[in-house]
T-cell receptor, first 114, second 115 residues
Framework: AQSVTQPDIHITVSEGASLELRCNYSYGATPYLFWYVQSPGQGLQLLLKYFSGDTLVQGIKGFEAEFKRSQSSFNLRKPSVHWSDAAEYFCAVGARGGADGLTFGKGTHLIIQP | DVKVTQSSRYLVKRTGEKVFLECVQDMDHENMFWYRQDPGLGLRLIYFSYDVKMKEKGDIPEGYSVSREKKERFSLILESASTNQTSMYLC??????????????FGPGTRLTVL
């Protein structure tokens, strides 16, 4: 069965500092990987996704993620965070691109310090 | 833009009541999903459907059923609501693309409280 681990429940970062959110997955074949963001009171919004090809993927809002098969990781990064990035971030893995549903991590709550 | 709407943002029901949560998408997507979101647990898949009148169990289907009579509408049914079903319920849909299924688009969620 597939699974996703987000080791950090909370992360606090100063505004303007760099950010890395960790995600490790377990999946038997080539995974389809996603990062979603959920702002307070909002639905989930896709930041980026990886299906195949270049292992460094660019997303919206200045985020990027790198797929590392050898480490079973798909970490999310941003060079300089803004106060508006404070939100809950979810990593997810899906078979067949998610046609059978996605398996989500438990989420990382990002706090931005002024 | 894809739009996924859910019938209610907030819902309060009593134990034992039958509860219907409705989800509608406007982009002719084949696949639709119901998740529940609980603090510290992330999102967990309840049921999904890849076609009209078709349904598949997800990871936590117990206590729930679904209905998909039309392509755009996917309903989640709690036959007899219980307090442990108090949660945020999220609906999603996705389209089959050239390379397989694409991004899942989520609705705003229904926060259900069972008293």
């Amino acid at each position: 069965a597939q699974s996703v681990t987000q080791p950090d429940i909370h992360i606090t970062v100063s505004e303007g500092a760099s950010l890395e959110l960790r995600c490790n997955y377990s999946y038997g074949a080539t995974p389809y990987l996603f990062w979603y963001v959920q702002s307070p009171g909002q639905g989930l919004q896709l930041l980026l996704k990886y299906f195949s090809g270049d292992t460094l993927v660019q997303g919206i809002k200045g985020f990027e993620a790198e797929f590392k098969r050898s480490q079973s990781s798909f970490n999310l990064r941003k060079p300089s965070v803004h106060w508006s990035d404070a939100a809950e971030y979810f990593c997810a893995v899906g078979a067949r691109g998610g046609a059978d549903g996605l398996t989500f991590g438990k989420g990382t709550h990002l706090i931005i310090q002024p | 833009d894809v739009k996924v709407t859910q019938s209610s943002r907030y819902l309060v029901k009593r134990t034992g009541e039958k509860v219907f949560l409705e989800c509608v998408q406007d982009m002719d997507h084949e696949n639709m999903f119901w998740y529940r979101q609980d603090p510290g647990l992330g999102l967990r898949l309840i049921y999904f459907s890849y076609d009209v009148k078709m349904k598949e169990k997800g990871d936590i289907p117990e206590g729930y059923s679904v209905s998909r009579e039309k392509k755009e509408r996917f309903s989640l049914i709690l036959e007899s609501a219980s307090t442990n079903q108090t949660s945020m319920y999220l609906c999603a849909s996705t389209q089959e693309g050239d390379l397989g299924p694409d991004t899942q688009y989520f609705g705003p969620g229904t926060r259900l409280t069972v008293l």
